[in-house]
């Protein structure tokens, strides 16, 4: 006698309707978790960024026995405003002549911030371009005309490292990252604390007699 099996195979609909119901649960656990993990994980990354781009203008400083300019752009008309930073240095001249603003070259590209990230203007303590002459932490020559994407950048802010590696300025400025936008010169938070303030940040310390830096966070 020949016995036939018949086996089972494949799932039913009832089977399938529950997995994907399964499935969809836990994608509606998990992607708001790593969406908020992917917007810290921004503000690290830039936080580094800044911190990379502070050391740069220290050492070049060092290095080239020329003063260097760490600017980020605060102009707010302008695209990327409170997200783009630039490193200018001053070689001195050949000939021992007085150095002009035409002196001030650019060390390579603007560098952005990542999508979401900015420096918080409430936050950030560093020289202004409005500063006269004279004043602490203005540099002689003054900067040249500074232009981003062919437009010129009237309103920005700058700290200035010495060949010693030191401040030019007798205060030590800071730097504030949160995760946000910004309109009219107004900052909305994506995640907002208590008091007004953001709840995640980065804030970067240039400490004046070193030129080094000291990191804060919440």
Not at 34 to 40: A, D, V
Not at 61 to 82: C, D, F, I, Q, R
Not at 105 to 123: M, R, T
Request: aromatic share 6%; with cysteine.
């Amino acid at each position: 006698m020949i016995r036939r099996c018949t086996s089972r195979s494949g799932f039913s609909l009832v089977e399938l309707l529950t997995v994907i119901v399964i499935i969809a649960l836990t994608a509606s656990l998990v992607v708001p978790a790593f969406t908020s993990l992917g917007k810290s994980s921004a503000l690290s990354v830039s936080a580094n960024q800044v911190a990379n781009l502070v050391n740069r203008a220290r050492e070049n400083a060092m290095s080239k026995n020329a003063m260097t300019a760490l600017v980020v752009v605060t102009e707010t008309s302008l695209e990327n405003s409170n997200r783009v930073f630039i490193l200018l240095e001053l070689s001195p001249r050949s000939d021992g002549s007085q150095a002009q603003p035409s002196d001030w070259k650019q060390i390579g590209k603007w560098e952005s911030l990542l999508p979401g990230v900015l420096v918080d203007p409430s936050n950030l303590s560093l020289n202004k371009s409005s500063a006269q002459a004279g004043e602490s932490g203005v540099p002689t020559p003054a900067f040249p005309t500074l232009a981003y994407h062919g437009q010129t950048v009237s309103t920005y802010s700058y700290v200035v490292f010495l060949p010693g590696g030191n401040l030019l300025g007798s205060t030590s400025p800071q730097v504030m990252l949160a995760e946000g936008n910004l309109a009219s010169g107004a900052v909305t938070y994506t995640r907002p604390a208590g008091g007004g303030g953001p709840a995640n940040y980065y804030k970067l310390t240039i400490l004046t007699a070193t030129g080094r830096l000291k990191i804060d966070r919440p």
